[in-house]
């Protein structure tokens, strides 16, 4: 008999704090800076938008935050996540290493991302908020977020990427189960959507659009804060409970990683599983490899530059020292919506800049083939966003059989592609195409950065 | 600190036999009969369609069944499934009762089904069987099968209600991504559906009609066998996992049912649930209550008769003593196509018949509002087949309101509702209708049951 398939927690070994990097990490991230002063932020600018609570973990230098009671509490409906050994991929592979992965689609919202909306529905409601604004890519952050505030009773609206809005109709129903209310971006309803409206009324809209009119829609009423699911440093922190739990659970297998993997968009999902692992490599106590996986579509790490640069097309976030595109790349369509992001987490930035973080992009149908096999083998139907870790694990196990040496492999499965069947569709009818970036409108898009001194 | 919301078992805990409710049951069940000839079915009419493995369980008066290593391996994949407690459920109703659900959405395939479609998966691989011929009503057995059958590295087509090809769409992808091949139901590939065609082209097809294709389609071929995802012995046999499971999972938290809770169709998944405890009924050593729910709009526990009948509408399959609503039964439309069978398990018949069983029938919209009071309290969407159980419990959990007194109530979730949101699309934006049995048609179907001495 094989050992065991899944490594499980008990709900009394979920992690009682979350790790923050910033602690540890050699070189600290660049201050984000007032995108109207170009002045280092401070709390005030963004009480506006955020509850303190969070603002004090954005800041924080302390290396470990508690986890409230009351947030376990709701962890305790899904977390610990399993951690399983794919046994049956390694088999299909051939490979000589171990392949472990976390399973976050485990989550009724179906990904990671209700990791960090339910931290953040908890702080604004003790803050006495009674709306949150947001917006989505794929929809796994607004259905996060969207079920959160279904726990704790807040009204939500969320800013859903037109593209994503079409190709994923099921994702829009399934905030409205939860109670959201959910719009298609660019919408009419702020100054930022009508201003790109007003050029390009057929609009597929971007993440970083989207962010705009949920930063607008908060910033315009008392009673409503913000939520943004990815990049800022607390999402990053509350992501980090997966790497937590995974390191309990690989060292009651008498494991531990020789690379840990994540796809990359904004960087929650990466960050969440590689941040506790590096941390044990800022300590000298490993040498653990950590690899971001994105598309050749939106290569933020692989083909961006280094540079202070907004979060967002309006230019209503603070400007952040980030890997970028520039904040006005519009990414092709492609099916692993949250991934189409131009910018990155910043500590994600700086650590890939200090050589702590290696990047691979890959395209579609790379990704989808990645995914068909996991299928297969595993039984999950990973998102796309996913895949990229899937086809980043099979990478890392096929130099290990060409090497012929064994190693130990771990990758974050982000969320179930339940609601990406139109993309599978489209890929099992041979119709999938793969767009990388064009290197020459890059250019363009680079030449829009803020000068900052 | 509340006690754990989920109540976990290791995989060395899952179960190493399945229970066979014959051996206990104090009226045994009527014999099947051979439709050609009107006598007591005999293992060897069966073996055109499936492997002798199976006709032995579905014969046998085994108490205990082992269940080989090389099933319990694939198990490994998502079972032990969690149960869970539902605190917030039960806050929300304001009830003293104490309110548990086995999560069988948590399996890869979405449903309670793969406990079945991995063993009739197994068992036909090991007879040399190259390819497996089902049915599917909701998507749920047809997910499953072509879930095992890719585990398997088994062919897999599946004859799709046609009704249900059309409102799920992406429950057709989810089955090609494991490789298997779907045809809506009717479909001119055979006698049985060509016979339909011909005289009603626009038929929405039922789940009888689809078993009598995919029969068809395995006796044609000697390379194909046929797999039935509900109804038989020896499905009900591997489904008593989930209350095998359930049993040890209630015994750690040091509790009890008095009264298990499932939604009820051709009856597996009600059955696998109740059937474990309803051997301490058999033994004297509880009172427990087994209740079953169905739909109004498919009556067959509590608007049926207690006859012989065919298990589909071509006449091919056994006749069985059981309830039915009639082999000609064309059920309407409703989203919750898993329970939309003319007829059911003639044991779970049996024992409905001696006492042992209840049963409730609910309509859509009451159906739909406890499936979306249970997601906002507890996270998780589920199928509209499983907000049946859910809409049970409810009900049992607000008796016991009013009575002022505790209860301990378990329920099957039997799977997820990610391939149903076009149905709560339909049911939020209030267009969902109730549309119970029509009693005068009912008299009609009834007036066509095979004559048995």
Redesign the interface.
């Known amino acids: ?2 050992s ?3 490594i ?1 927690l ?3 070994e979920i992690p009682r704090q979350w790790y923050n990097v910033q602690a540890d990490m050699p070189n600290k991230m660049a201050p984000p800076l007032n995108p109207a002063t170009m002045k280092p932020v401070t709390p005030e600018d963004l009480t506006p938008i955020f509850p303190m609570e969070l603002i004090k973990q954005e800041v924080s230098q302390e290396r470990w935050i508690d986890i409230p ?1 009351e947030i376990v ?1 709701k962890y ?3 977390r610990p996540t399993p951690l399983i050994r794919a046994y ?1 991929l390694e088999k299909a592979l051939d490979t000589p290493a171990k392949i472990y992965y976390k399973n976050e689609g ?5 990904s990671h991302k209700a990791n960090s909306s339910i931290p953040q529905a908890y702080y604004n409601k003790a803050a006495g908020i009674k709306r949150l604004a947001t917006e989505t890519g794929a929809g796994q952050w607004g259905s996060a977020l969207s ?1 959160a505030c ?2 704790y009773d807040l009204e939500c609206i969320v800013y859903m990427v037109k593209i994503s809005y079409q190709q994923k ?2 994702r829009r ?2 905030m ?4 959201a209310q959910v719009i298609p971006s660019p919408s009419d309803r702020t100054q930022a959507g009508r201003e790109v409206l007003a050029v390009q009324p057929d609009s597929l809209g971007s993440l970083g659009l989207a962010i705009s009119e949920a930063v607008e829609d908060a910033i315009g009423r008392p009673d409503t804060n913000y939520a943004l699911g990815s990049v800022l440093n607390h999402v990053i922190l509350h992501q980090t409970i997966i790497g937590l739990e995974a390191k309990k659970q690989l060292e009651k297998a008498g494991d531990y990683p020789d690379v840990v993997i994540g796809a990359c968009g904004g960087g929650s999902n990466f960050a969440g599983i590689a941040f506790p692992f590096l941390a044990d490599r800022f300590s000298g106590k490993s040498s653990v490899r950590a690899l971001a996986v994105e598309p050749t579509a939106c290569p933020t790490l692989t083909k961006g530059i280094f540079a202070y640069d907004y979060g967002d097309l309006g230019k209503l976030t603070p400007i952040l020292k980030m890997y970028t595109l520039g904040h006005t790349f519009m990414p092709s369509g492609i099916h692993a919506g949250g991934l189409r992001y131009h910018g990155e987490s910043a500590l994600v930035s700086q650590l890939y800049h200090d050589g702590f973080i290696e990047a691979l992009a890959f395209n579609q149908r790379d990704i989808f083939d990645a995914a ?1 096999t996991f ?2 083998c ?4 990973p998102a796309p966003e996913s895949a990229h870790a899937i086809r980043g694990a099979i990478t890392e196990a096929l130099k290990a059989r060409e090497e012929g040496k064994s190693r130990t492999i771990l990758f974050s499965l982000s969320g ?1 592609g ?2 990406d ?2 993309a ?2 489209t890929y ?1 009818a041979g119709d999938t195409r793969d767009v990388p970036c064009d290197e020459a409108q890059l250019a363009s898009y680079l030449s829009c950065l803020p000068k900052v001194e």
């Open positions: 008999m094989l065991d398939k899944k499980s008990s709900e009394a009671e509490e305790r409906i899904w049956e485990a989550s009724p919202a179906g079920f279904s726990l109709p099921y129903s399934f409205q189960v939860y109670g068909l299928a297969k595993e039984g999950i139907i179930h339940h609601f069947m139109a599978y569709d099992l």
